[in-house]
């Protein structure tokens, strides 16, 4: 079993910064690939950045040139730097890791983005 806590949400205004930290704890290796996800109301989850064990990255469109993921496999956290945030970030993020086909989610952390 994974267990996974996020925190680092909040409410910021348009154009500033937020960084998410997700440690793990458990039975957790280094060569999972981790993930954030974010679902705002009515809508549904969906990927905002990936990370894989080898730290291959990518990002959803949307968030790319203003997100940031990482990893520090000593700690077992995984970041995610956001900058530049806007409005239509705000939702709640969550967690996830990918090992031996298993997934694992956090309980998310709120993010919105208001003046």
């Known amino acids: 079993q994974v267990q996974l806590v996020e925190s680092g949400g909040g409410l910021v205004q348009p154009g500033g910064s937020l960084r998410l930290s997700c440690a793990a704890s458990g039975r957790f290796f280094s060569l999972a690939t981790m993930a954030w996800y974010r679902q705002a109301p009515g809508n549904e989850r969906e990927l905002v950045a990936k990370i894989t064990g080898g730290d291959s990255t990518n990002y959803a469109d949307s968030v790319k040139g203003r997100f940031t993921i990482s990893k520090d496999n000593v700690k077992k956290t995984v970041y995610l730097q956001m900058d530049r945030l806007k409005p239509e970030d705000t939702a709640v993020y969550y967690c996830?890791?990918?090992?031996?086909?298993?997934?694992?989610w956090g309980q998310g952390t709120q993010v919105t983005v208001s003046p």
């Open positions: 996830n890791a990918l090992q031996f086909g298993h997934n694992y």
